[in-house]
């Protein structure tokens, strides 16, 4: 039953509904009002209803639990009420899950209406007794009765009244409510005194008076209707209708009645009345603290004076209740007392700091009842903090606003089970962040219908003797769990330290001596400064750290007595004599003993007053307190370097403010800090005057505080936005309406971050969110495992935005609401290391055994102690602890966590739903206990089957701190703050306007700035940077960053968003997102559909497009095949004969599979150069027109690709506007079209999460469910096959581009199922469909084709694109089938280019032929075709459209020159390659290119052969990663790096990790083979580390095969085998994923280079497996060989290292023979490098005077860096080369290993016919 059902034409009526008749009909003269009267009552308690508020808090679908959970409430609660109604019964109140009900009558009629009321308690359990929920929970009603004389008490003032019902009968009733059991009825004893037993049937009650009640025997003759209206018969009504149970519905409209009617009414609910909102408003699941408060009488009290002791009582309540931002609930009679319900966070009264201000609240009330109220005889207060359900609970025409919930029911058993005190649950305390000298623990008690309550402390508030010595910070730096993606701050803090020990040295303060991190809450403040502690106090110095709170500005210098008393050693001190000697202790010199008694009061002590002292007036004393206080904390400074870590330092009070900034100006000290933004800084009223700064006996006066430059103003707290005097307000040509004034400029900086920003000495720095990747890695490190599914990373990634704070709430709720959990590993794979070491033990898996110890690499960067563990370098790299844990990396990024989960059952008691972690002390929160490191992580995190994240609504824990934000602001900022919201985290001032209420136009400049300064908005101009934070950079600045804003620019470059009166910033963002997000579900839900109907039709009039790229659709076709009304037309294709290129390809010849006579070959004497110069030609012509853009641009910004703006701006919210509104064909389509525009941009993760999305949809359509919460479930939506197709391509194109081949096949293959291309699985099948595919494609040769419409089109393009990334992945596979399919595919892609009758993708597809038949091994096809297509580009027409098809020849023709080995030719296409990426400088480079009339483009992905990856600055990373190994093989070293410092440019400035990780590739490859050091290997190492948790990299194959065989081949030329082991193994696991692509090659060489000195090492140790090992090295080169054939480049490597194998085997003759052949072959390739090594080799072994030995780590110790490189010769450099040395003689004789029989066969050919060995080792079987 729905309360907003009911139609009411009246307020009165609204209003009268939240009050029983009792209060209704009454006639109030005075207050206390008294009132005796006769009465029946009835106690409904019904059970399950703190089961079911649980059930629906865990709800995993947003916006479900409290809805549902409301009309499930009412719909019960509704029924029973109208049962009572109709029985002519008044409702007094809900307390909670239980409904009081009166008949009030005289005493001769009690018999009748107490059967009255046994016959209407029958009939609720006869129709209500039992119900079942739909989430399982059963409901249960039981009842007690009694009657007899009540009091009718009303209390409180002109502005708050409540009524309260007292009398004997209302100890019965609950009495009697006690002995009932569910579906049960108990009469108490006067009850049944007085009601008439001959109509009752009823059970006896062992040892009690009261009895059960069976049935009644006959009807009681009670006339209900003639008592209902007699209930206010003066008062006027409407006309009754039809159904009507309540008088008071009908009431007109009375003024003097509803004036009197509002003061029983709690403001909130008053609040939506006012503005006619329908009160389902109100009922949210809310995160509140609940306060009880039971005031326990004597019992002698007559009846006035018990009023006048509830009456006082009362008001005390109210008073202290409603000061401190809590409401007053309700108030009744509960087991012979009085009970004030009382609670703190509701709608417009949330604060952050709600649990403490209830504590403080609690106090006081506590305090005012023992000294105001005589007659008490105890007090009884129970505080808990948690989710409750708040809402409106009741019938349509009776309800009142109530709390439920398990922590409701906890703070009523606290109340009870505890008297005499104030107690608090554990949530409680922690969020209250109060010191933990204010609590005490006390003994655990069973308690009533409670489980596992936790621990249960009592609230003492401050005690008498205070303790001088509190804690430090309370987050403490954990081993092995080392601080997450702060490496700038760590960079800071390690150069701040350098600088201040030289300076310190030195005897000058030439240094940075305050460091502040400003950022909001959650940003991970405090895990930075509990780092910097930890490493400060490891680099011996003396550190202070101290973590503040809000009630630490209420006392002077307190921060200044904390930090004394740490230093002096007095934590531990309990007693003045205890502290007196530790002062003595540290103060030894005569001169400062004299005056020890300036710090009597201080610190608590009581040392004699000196006369010098004593004859100070009251001015010099103080005086000579701030000298002496400075003078002791410099003589500290100068014994020992001190750091001061100050952790909440916005709290820090006045007094301590000044002497701390003087203390900066005298003493060797260094203070780091953390503080809120100003915006959100301290309310003026909690802001101290300057003249508190000190105790009242040694005030300083304001002249010794600071000089004037630094002097901080009178309060620390930014003036009132909303209470502003004009005069404050911006300067005249930007002021505001007075009444909305904003702070000038001086106001903004009077806050104590302003004050420590403009000291010279000082850097301030803001957080800025963490990336995503990091994000994972703080997944990761919480629950203990390797990885997290991607589902799991998407959602963490967006919900969280950066924030580890958000990101830690949100995994908890995931796993509390088991939409995730841990199962065991099971590990399938054999571990091929115990054979290959069997005398090294298992390795701590991600440990400091592996990543952390110290050795000696080039750069000599790392440092060994004498035990074996590294310390924390200057730069801030700290490794190992001497525990042997991992700590810190490079910057203070980290891997995964360093052991394994005890057990399952920890992670539930760790967060379980009764467990908090308490803050003082803390341990990081996690889900695992990782005390004890294992081997490995031996728990996976998985996924539930049925979980939709996209429906996972936002913690409560996270909504509480939006809501308090919220609260903070105006009814005017909330209205926009909540269109805003709806909009989406950026938007315009345009589309804002267009939503807003009419009538707002005039204020909404003035709101924009106050929602600008209070750190809600900000200029969304300008991406957020990490760095130092000026004024413009802050939270809470006006500052703007729009090109057309016409404000002067100051000195950071902004503007003011403000001026003349007109809101200036165009584009704007959230702060925030949680304050969006939570913003957004203030909406009901019609309002907030009606309003994404109004931003959807705004933004689909915006462009769809970048007008530097010029496509409409990101999927071509896709408006034309769906048909979406509304959906921007797209530009018709190019027709036959039209200008551009048309026509090009009509004289083709002997090009099989395009149309005969199209392009002409090139003549017989023309040459490569013709191409290669008109190539270069035409990249000339594109950079002078760059350059002329650039210049006709001045004053101009030149526009680029603005791809990445139409997405953020216009594409994502129009799906959630969409999705709003419910439309489902929309929603869908701009959801591909996003997720097709996030791959272009390369941004992976985010097109995962789109496509998740569509799939969801598809899942739910095919369930025959509604697509998703907001779809209509009567509308049925069909998806066509087109867009199916798409979801599964644009999946498979992210699949393939993170490694993930096999599924990425799977994809691709369901694509073309839904374009009805499918592809045969049986081979049969396969060999008949290319058969008639080529036939297919001589037909289509001498056949012209008309242009295809747009939909047929469209289709053909999406067949394309997935065959040609199919025919890529089935030659990466070398199977005999995947060998047919990728034929077969090649030749449908070839065939439906030909149909699209477009002869640009006939040029693509061709292109894409030319590299299958290169991969393929047909070198004469491949030939014919190079020349084919040199000569059609050639007859290119200049400009871009030529350009582009160049670009994807020039890539091809790179990597096809690498496969064959023709190292110069690949190095000078990949030259053009990249001038081709700078010019084009999009996202991706095999676009389709159309002509400059504007015609649309395609921008879906048709090459996928190595695709190259092109990044918005202009850079083909893979070619590029790819590029150098031709350089270095060439000994081109000055060029190899040069290019490396483009790829580490790359991975710096664009964040894509693929590009750095290929960086360090390169830096591993001249390490291990040039003989130099461009980066050191502990950097490369690091590196490697904090990848572990990147899921990026980790999924590229490719890379981690290199990385790892890389780590591995070093440690095993090293001979350390505990690390070899562990990277050997990793690499074994990984190789069989690896991609048979060029860039695995590499890797894949290193990983043989590692195993045949595995080989040797077995050799060596003569192990008793060493025929097995042979074999498995044999095979290692066949896989190689099937691998990677036809990529020729690293064949002479491979010939170097089989013959070495061969070699230690004792086949000499094999050996040598190979090794000729790889020298052969690296002469015909012009590999200077492998040449130089194989001749060394050759000398090495079989030379007559081989060189002396050595050794690996003796090079490593000599190997130059690249600056000391530079001025060396390639001879020098190769002195650093490893060297394969043959078996020392003292090696046992090697057992027989016999070689491969192909092997054997070569060598007895090459035996038998010498001339065998000339033979072109371009033949050579590897």
Not at 50 to 55: G, H, Q, Y
Not at 897 to 912: D, L, N, Q
Not at 1298 to 1305: C, F, K, L, S, W
Not at 1479 to 1490: I, Q
Request: glycine share 6%; net charge positive; with cysteine.
């Amino acid at each position: 039953m729905d309360i907003n059902n009911s139609k009411r034409s009246h307020k009165i009526t609204s209003i009268a509904s939240h009050v029983p008749d009792l209060v209704v009909y009454s006639t109030i003269k005075q207050l206390p009002y008294a009132e005796n009267f006769q009465g029946v009552l009835l106690f409904a308690d019904v059970s399950g209803f703190t089961n079911l508020t649980e059930k629906f808090s865990q709800s995993c679908k947003k916006g479900y639990g409290a809805d549902e959970l409301t009309r499930t409430l009412n719909s019960y609660i509704g029924d029973i009420v109208s049962h009572i109604l109709d029985a002519g019964g008044d409702i007094l109140n809900y307390a909670g899950d239980a409904i009081l009900a009166l008949w009030a009558v005289e005493l001769k009629r009690l018999s009748d209406v107490i059967s009255l009321a046994v016959k209407c308690s029958l009939v609720i359990q006869d129709k209500c007794g039992v119900r079942r929920t739909g989430v399982g929970c059963q409901l249960r009603v039981k009842i007690g009765i009694s009657a007899g004389k009540l009091s009718k008490v009303i209390v409180g003032d002109d502005v708050s009244q409540y009524f309260v019902v007292i009398g004997r009968a209302v100890d019965e009733v609950r009495l009697a409510e006690g002995l009932a059991v569910a579906s049960s009825i108990i009469l108490s004893p006067n009850a049944w005194e007085l009601c008439n037993r001959d109509d009752l049937l009823v059970d006896k009650i062992e040892n009690e008076r009261a009895v059960r009640v069976r049935y009644l025997k006959r009807d009681p003759k009670f006339p209900v209707e003639e008592y209902k209206a007699s209930m206010g018969a003066d008062l006027q009504y409407e006309d009754p209708t039809e159904g009507c149970v309540r008088n008071a519905c009908r009431l007109l409209p009375n003024p003097e009645l509803e004036s009197c009617l509002r003061k029983y009414v709690i403001e909130t609910v008053l609040q939506k009345i006012d503005a006619n909102q329908p009160l389902e408003y109100l009922s949210e699941m809310r995160p509140a603290t609940i306060v009880f408060v039971n005031l326990q009488f004597q019992g002698r009290e007559s009846d006035t004076e018990l009023c006048s002791a509830i009456q006082l009582a009362a008001l005390g309540i109210a008073r202290q209740v409603t000061k401190r931002h809590g409401r007053v609930n309700k108030v009744f009679m509960f087991d012979k007392g009085c009970t004030y319900l009382c609670l703190f966070g509701l709608p417009g009264d949330k604060r952050e700091d709600e649990s403490a201000q209830a504590l403080q609240a609690a106090y006081g009330v506590y305090q005012l009842c023992l000294q105001k109220l005589g007659c008490l005889r105890t007090v009884s207060v129970g505080v808990t903090t948690g989710p409750v359900f708040c809402g409106v609970v009741g019938h349509p025409v009776r309800h009142e606003y109530t709390v439920i919930g398990r922590k409701v029911n906890l703070a009523a058993r606290l109340m009870m089970y505890y008297p005499g005190v104030v107690t608090c649950d554990q949530e409680t305390c922690h969020y209250s962040k109060l010191p933990q000298m204010y609590f005490s623990r006390l003994p655990e008690k069973p308690m009533k219908g409670v489980e596992h309550p936790g621990p249960v402390y009592q609230f003492v508030a401050r005690r008498d003797q205070m303790n001088v010595g509190k804690a430090a910070i309370s987050v403490l730096r954990e081993e092995g769990y080392p601080l997450l993606g702060r490496s700038p701050e760590m960079e800071v803090y390690s150069s701040t330290v350098s600088s201040y020990l030289e300076a310190r040295s030195a005897g000058h303060m030439d240094y940075t001596n305050i460091v502040i991190f400003e950022g909001a809450a959650g940003y991970g403040k405090s895990r930075l400064l509990a780092e910097i502690a930890y490493r400060a106090t490891k680099e011996g110095m003396r550190v202070v750290s101290l973590e503040l709170s809000k009630v630490d500005l209420k006392e002077s210098c307190y921060t200044l007595r904390l930090l004394l008393a740490r230093l002096l050693g007095m934590q531990d001190c309990k007693s003045y004599a205890a502290r007196e000697r530790a002062i003595l202790d540290h103060i030894t010199e005569p001169h400062m003993r004299h005056n020890l008694c300036l710090l009597n009061s201080i610190l608590l002590v009581k040392f004699p007053v000196s006369r010098a002292v004593s004859d100070m007036d009251h001015k010099e004393k103080h005086r000579e307190t701030a000298n002496y206080f400075i003078k002791l904390l410099c003589q500290f400074a100068e014994q020992q370097p001190c750091v001061f870590v100050l952790d909440e330092a916005h709290y820090v009070d006045c007094a301590s403010w000044s002497l701390l900034l003087q203390l900066q100006l005298q003493a060797h000290v260094l203070l780091f800090m953390s503080m809120l933004p100003s915006s959100q800084a301290l309310p003026s009223s909690q802001a101290q005057p300057s003249s508190q700064a000190l105790p009242s006996s040694q005030a300083l006066p304001s002249s010794q505080a600071l000089p004037s430059s630094q002097a901080l103003p009178s309060s620390q707290a930014q003036p009132s936005s909303q209470a502003l005097p004009s005069s404050q307000a911006l300067p005249s040509s930007q002021a505001l309406p007075s009444s909305q004034a904003q702070p000038s400029s001086q106001a903004r900086h009077s806050s104590p971050l302003a004050s420590l920003v403009s000291l010279p000495r000082s850097r301030c720095l803001r957080l800025a969110p963490l990336q995503p990747f990091i994000i994972t890695q703080m997944a990761c490190q919480m629950l203990g495992v390797d990885m997290i599914p991607s589902q799991v990373e998407v959602f963490l990634v967006e919900r969280s935005h950066g924030v580890p704070f958000y990101c830690e709430e949100l995994l908890r709720s995931l796993y509390q609401s088991q939409m995730i959990g841990l199962r065991r590993r099971e590990d399938t794979q054999d571990d091929p290391c115990p054979l290959l070491f069997p005398s090294v033990g298992t390795l701590r898996s991600q440990t400091s055994s592996v990543w952390g110890h110290a050795h000696t690499t080039p750069g000599g960067h790392a440092h060994t102690t004498p035990g074996g563990h590294a310390h924390t370098t200057p730069g801030g790299h700290a490794h190992t602890t001497p525990g042997g844990h991992a700590h810190t990396t490079h910057g203070g990024h980290a891997h995964t966590t360093p052991g394994v989960a005890e057990s399952i059952s920890r992670i539930e008691k760790t967060f379980g739903h009764d467990s908090v972690v308490m803050k003082k002390p803390s341990r990081i929160r996690k889900m695992t206990c990782l005390d004890k490191p294992q081997k490995k992580p031996q728990y996976v995190c998985c996924v539930r089957e049925d979980a939709k994240f996209h429906e996972f609504p936002i913690p409560l824990t996270l909504k509480g701190i939006a809501l308090a934000h919220l609260d903070h602001l105006r009814p005017t900022e909330q209205m926009v703050v909540k269109c805003a919201a709806i909009i989406g985290h950026t938007f315009t001032t345009h589309i804002l306007r267009s939503i807003m209420p009419e009538g707002s136009e005039a204020t909404l400049g003035a709101s924009l700035a106050l929602l600008f300064q209070s750190g809600t908005l900000e200029c969304g101009s300008q991406p957020r940077q990490r760095g130092q934070a000026g004024e413009a950079g802050r939270w809470g600045a006006l500052s703007c960053f729009c090109e057309h804003n016409n404000q002067d620019v100051n000195t950071e470059g902004a503007r003011m968003p403000f001026g003349g009166g007109v809101w200036c910033c165009q584009v704007m963002r959230f702060c925030t997102v949680l304050v969006k997000d939570t913003a957004c579900e203030l909406w009901l839900r019609e309002q907030r559909k009606d309003l994404h109907a109004r931003c959807a039709r705004y933004l689909q009039q915006q462009p769809h497009s970048c007008p530097s790229c010029r496509h409409a659709h990101f999927i071509y076709g896709h408006g034309a095949v769906v048909g979406v009304a509304g959906a921007q037309d797209e530009p018709s294709p190019p027709q036959q004969g039209a200008a551009g290129p048309t026509g090009l390809l009509h004289n083709l010849q002997g090009l099989d599979g395009i149309r005969g006579n199209q392009v002409q070959p090139l003549i017989p004497d023309s040459t490569e150069k013709q191409f290669l110069a008109r190539l270069d030609s035409m990249l000339d012509e594109g950079s002078s027109r760059v350059e002329r853009m650039r210049r006709c641009s001045t004053g101009e910004r030149m526009r680029g690709c603005s791809c990445e703006q139409v997405v953020q701006c216009v594409l994502e919210p129009i799906i959630r506007h969409w999705a709003g509104v419910g439309d489902v064909s929309r929603t869908f389509y701009y959801l591909l079209e996003t997720a097709a525009a996030s791959i272009y941009l390369h941004d992976n993760l985010r097109a995962l999460s789109y496509l998740n999305e569509a799939k969801a949809i598809l899942d739910n359509l095919r369930c025959g469910l509604p697509a998703f919460e907001t779809a209509e479930p009567s509308v049925r939506v069909k998806i066509c096959s087109f867009e199916k197709a798409c979801v599964f391509r644009l999946s498979g194109e992210v699949l393939y581009s993170t490694g993930q081949i096999r599924e990425a096949e799977e994809m691709f293959v369901r694509a073309l199922k839904h374009l009805n291309r499918r592809l045969p699985r049986n081979r049969l099948a396969a060999v008949l469909k290319l058969t008639l595919e080529r036939l297919k494609s001589r037909c289509y040769a001498s056949t012209t084709f008309r242009t295809p419409g747009k939909k047929k089109l469209a289709r053909l393009r999406e067949q394309m694109s997935c065959l040609s990334y199919l025919w890529q992945i089935c030659c990466m596979r070398s199977s005999a089938n995947h060998t047919l399919h990728a034929s077969l595919a090649i030749a449908m892609e070839r065939n439906s280019a030909c149909l699209s009758s477009q002869e640009y993708k006939v040029l693509f597809s061709t292109i894409d032929y030319f590299l299958f038949c290169r991969l393929r091994g047909c070198e004469g096809e491949c030939s014919r075709l190079e020349r084919l297509l040199c000569g059609a580009c050639l007859q290119l027409p200049g400009g871009p459209e030529g350009l582009f098809i160049m670009s994807h020849l020039v890539h091809t023709l790179c990597i096809v020159k690498m496969c064959s080995g023709d190292l110069a030719g690949s190095i000078q296409y990949g030259y053009r390659a990249q001038r081709i990426s700078m010019l084009t400088c999009h996202p991706r480079e095999d676009r389709e290119v159309t002509s400059q009339s504007g015609e649309d483009r395609d921008v879906t992905s048709q090459s996928a052969v190595d695709v190259g990856v092109i990044s918005q600055s202009g850079v083909d990373m893979r070619v590029t990663a790819i590029l150098h190994t031709p350089l270095l093989f060439l000994q081109r070293y000055k060029e190899c790096v040069q290019l490396m410092q483009v790829l580490e440019d790359v991975g710096s400035r664009s964040g894509v990790s693929s590009a750095t990780g290929w960086f360090y590739s390169s830096c591993f490859h001249t390490l291990l083979y040039a003989g130099f050091s461009f980066r050191s290997f502990e950097r490369c190492c690091r590196f490697v580390e904090e990848s572990q948790s990147d899921p990026n990299l980790l999924l590229d194959h490719s890379l981690m095969c290199d990385l790892y065989s890389a780590l591995a081949l070093w440690y095993t030329r090293l001979c350390d085998w505990e690390r070899a082991r562990f990277f050997y193994t990793r690499v074994c696991a990984i190789v069989p994923q690896t991609p048979a692509s060029i860039q695995s090659t590499s890797g894949g060489a290193m990983f043989l280079e590692s195993s045949v000195l595995l080989f040797r090492k077995a050799l060596m140790e003569n192990n008793k497996h060493i025929l097995l090992i042979y074999h498995t090295t044999q095979k290692h080169f066949t896989e190689f060989h099937l691998k990677f054939s036809r990529v020729q480049m690293f064949t002479p490597r491979v010939l170097h290292l089989k013959a070495y194998l061969y070699l230690l085997a004792g086949h000499e003759a094999l050996a040598q023979l190979l090794l000729s052949r790889g020298l052969q072959l690296s002469q015909e390739q012009g590999n200077r490098l492998e040449q130089a090594w194989v001749t060394h080799s050759q000398a090495e072994w079989f030379g007559t005077s081989p060189t002396s030995p050595s050794t690996w780590r003796s090079s490593t110790l000599s190997m130059p860096s690249w600056e000391e490189a530079q001025t060396m010769t390639l001879e020098q450099l190769s002195s650093s080369h490893y060297s394969f040395q043959g078996l020392p003689s003292r090696t046992r004789p090697v057992p027989r290993l016999p070689p491969r029989p192909e092997d054997a066969i070569l060598l007895k050919a090459s035996q038998a016919r010498p001339e065998a060995s000339e033979l072109s080792t371009s033949q050579t079987k590897l």
